[in-house]
């Protein structure tokens, strides 16, 4: 038995996601009319949604919290990984952002497991119950990501998963002059040291904070 790890290069990215569920027809065309109407294209990457569903269905949830709805590219991937009574409740703090989720959400096979919740998460993530969701997704504004953390903490019940989106700060993580990156390199220190979470860096899309709430 060997300690030694394969680095991730980009070639191992690519022969990843070519081996992994793929986007549907619907999904890209969601993705190619947010970009004209202006969105900035940062959704999760196909084989990530895909990965976060395997998460969900092992972790038999059914009440999912998402903070940073975009586009709902990846609420639509995540609630197709819930059973029919399911939900996802996802907050995004853009009213057009909001608006166009809402409008593609509505023709989506999963329009009845998805609920957006308008305005900014610290101030709606404290209007949900304790212990109400078995897992919750930040991919939000970097800079608040460790207060999401702590009402996610609080949302989510023991067993349940925390996830969050740009472990890597899209591709620039080690750069010290860049704001973003800079906030997410606290946030992983923060989620590494977190005593409540096992968690863990999996390396696809921009890197997946997957944490397991302990007891």
Not at 12 to 26: G, I, S, V, W
Not at 85 to 103: C, L, M, N, Q, Y
């Amino acid at each position: 038995m060997s300690e030694y790890s394969t680095p991730v290069t980009v070639e191992h990215f690519k022969y990843l996601a070519a081996r992994t569920n793929q986007e549907d027809d619907f999904l890209g065309e969601l993705k190619n009319e947010a970009l004209r109407h202006g969105i900035p294209p940062i959704w999760i990457a196909p084989e990530q949604g895909s990965f976060m569903q395997l998460l969900l269905k092992i972790a038999h949830a059914r009440e999912v919290i998402e903070v940073g709805t975009l586009a709902g590219y990846s609420a639509i991937w995540m609630a197709r990984a819930l059973p029919p009574d399911g939900r996802v409740r996802t907050i995004e703090s853009s009213g057009g952002h909001a608006d166009f989720a809402e409008r593609w959400i509505s023709k989506s096979n999963v329009r009845n497991r998805v609920k957006v919740f308008r305005g900014r998460g610290e101030e709606i993530l404290p209007q949900f119950e304790t212990d109400s969701a078995d897992a919750a997704f930040i991919d939000a504004d970097k800079e608040n990501y460790t207060l999401y953390l702590r009402e996610s903490l609080r949302i989510v019940r023991q067993g349940g998963l925390i996830l969050a989106d740009n472990a890597f700060g899209f591709g620039r993580l080690f750069d010290q002059k860049d704001k973003g990156a800079s906030a997410m390199r606290a946030f992983n220190e923060i989620m590494a040291r977190e005593k409540s979470l096992q968690s863990i860096i999996v390396p696809v899309g921009d890197g997946l904070w997957v944490g397991l709430k302990l007891s």
